[in-house]
């Protein structure tokens, strides 16, 4: 069983260019979050999606930061525009769904991270 | 929102001894507590982790101790080896269909031969 998928492990973008960022989780895991985390800092809580729905992006930028998690294919962390501030390190995790509540665990398995670094 | 506060920032302990990190919690409804060791370039793994129902758990060096009334937890590791150095993460999380986990600033240990 394959762990959590992250591409690319490195960006390079100019400043005004795209990012996307890309998570596969883990096989029967239904629920992803993506979290930002910048030099000897801490994990940030970005956002937390099931398959097709946004359930909380309230740690979002309310700019130029998109996340989806299709039906199909991975979740994509998507960054407009960047500038040098969104150079960082970015932490896709998956979690199962608890069999017998049906409730999401919250055990967290991370994928490696994709760094972005931003010129 | 939940607020999570994690103490000391670094800590440095000699081999064999013990370490132990603290963290606080600001949201009562908060009911899962997860511990999470990254190393260098690597993404965090999930060590141990404890629901509100229990105090106590104990994985052979590693345990972690809960005390909801205060709404702090701890993480103890024993007879410390070199490949624990790492920067631990504490974490807290309602148990729900709609809970975010919030991180912990993290704790970077060292261990001295």
């Known amino acids: 069983n394959a762990g959590v998928m992250q591409n690319p492990r490195h960006l390079v973008r100019r400043r005004g260019q795209e990012a996307r960022l890309r998570c596969s989780p883990m096989?029967?895991?239904?629920?992803v979050y993506w979290y930002r985390q910048l030099p000897e800092e801490g994990l940030k809580f970005m956002v937390y999606?099931?398959?097709?729905?946004?359930?909380?992006e309230s740690g979002m930028p309310k700019e130029r930061f998109s996340a989806e998690f299709p039906k199909e294919g991975p979740s994509i962390l998507r960054i407009q525009q960047v500038v040098r501030g969104d150079s960082a390190a970015y932490f896709c995790?998956?979690?199962?769904?608890?069999?017998?509540?049906?409730?999401?665990?919250?055990?967290?398995?991370f994928g490696e991270g994709s760094r972005l670094t931003v010129l | 929102g939940e607020n999570v506060e994690q103490h000391p920032s670094t800590l440095s302990v000699q081999e064999g001894d013990s370490a132990v990190i603290k963290c606080t919690y600001s949201?009562?409804?908060?009911?899962?507590f997860p511990w999470y060791k990254q190393e260098l370039g690597k993404g965090p793994q999930l060590i141990i982790d404890?629901?509100?129902?229990?105090g106590e758990k104990k994985d052979q060096r590693i345990a972690v101790t809960l005390n909801k009334t205060a709404k702090h937890f701890s993480l103890h590791i024993t007879e410390t080896q070199p490949e624990d150095s790492a920067v631990y993460f504490c974490?807290?999380?309602?148990?729900?269909?709609?809970?975010?986990?919030?991180f912990g600033s993290g704790t970077r240990l060292s261990i001295r031969p």
């Open positions: 949201d009562s409804a908060s009911n899962y």
């Open positions: 974490a807290a999380s309602g148990y729900s269909s709609a809970s975010k986990i919030i």
């Open positions: 096989k029967g895991h239904s629920h």
């Open positions: 999606l099931q398959k097709e729905n946004i359930i909380d």
């Open positions: 404890i629901r509100s129902n229990v």
């Open positions: 995790a998956s979690s199962p769904t608890d069999t017998s509540g049906g409730v999401n665990t919250g055990e967290l398995f």
